[in-house]
């Protein structure tokens, strides 16, 4: 059974910094990694998808990376903002049945 | 991307009603997924509605606590029976578009 966890469970950071959040997957026979967004009682954004065959993908200040052997992904924010204050979750497909295993979930903070 | 919309938003209900939640799509999907999020929770898949067949639940989710209905390609209904307070969730539904999940913006279920 696919377990994910994300590390750490809450971050604060002042505005301007980079920073990493880090996804990891217990089984690597992924079908492709999704990083979302959600604001407080609100549905998902979505940030980022990488394929299994893709190493990472980028988006604005936003670039996840994929390390399917070791079972980890990254997402690095640059140059964070206060808007960028939310729960980031990622998530994995096993299979081809396109039903998402999501991970514990990113609270992120940034603070002027 | 995928335009997705559901209704209510957000409800509060009484124990042992039950509640429909609709979800409505902007174009025609084979698959949609029913996820919950418990408070303070990630989100967890409830089932898959495909149209034209029974839906598939997951381990812990049943058909009389969750009936689904999939009447068309663009729309789909989840209703949560003999609601507790246990049932106090946000309900999101999604679809998957060229590999990526996209989801609604939730309906937040309250119960007394």
């Known amino acids: 059974k696919q377990e994910v966890t994300q590390i750490p469970a809450a971050l604060s950071v002042p505005e301007g910094e980079n920073l990493v959040l880090n996804c990891s997957f217990t089984?690597?026979?992924?079908?492709?990694l999704q990083w979302f967004r959600q604001d407080p009682g609100k549905g998902l954004t979505s940030l980022l998808l990488i394929q299994s065959s893709q190493r990472e993908q980028t988006s604005g200040r936003l670039n996840a990376s994929l390390d399917k052997s070791s079972g980890r992904s990254t997402l690095y924010i640059a140059a964070s903002q206060p808007g960028d204050s939310a729960t980031y979750l990622c998530?994995?497909?096993?299979?081809?049945?396109?039903?998402?295993?999501f991970g514990t979930g990113t609270r992120l903070q940034v603070t002027l | 991307s995928a335009v997705i919309s559901q209704k209510p938003s957000r409800d509060i209900c009484q124990r042992g009603t039950s509640l429909t939640i609709q979800c409505q799509v902007d174009s025609q999907v084979t698959m949609m997924f029913w996820y919950r999020q418990q408070p303070g929770q990630s989100l967890t898949l409830i089932a898959t509605?495909?149209?034209?067949?029974?839906?598939?639940?997951e381990s812990g989710f049943v058909i009389d606590k969750f009936p689904i209905s999939r009447p068309n390609l663009t729309f789909s209904t989840l209703t949560v029976s003999n609601m507790s307070p246990e049932d106090s969730s946000i309900y999101l539904c999604?679809?998957?578009?060229?590999?990526?999940?996209?989801f609604g913006p939730g309906t937040r279920l309250t119960v007394l």
């Open positions: 999604s679809v998957n578009r060229g590999h990526e999940q996209f």
């Open positions: 509605a495909n149209q034209g067949s029974e839906a598939t639940y």
């Open positions: 089984d690597s026979a992924i079908y492709n």
């Open positions: 998530a994995v497909v096993t299979g081809t049945a396109s039903k998402l295993t």
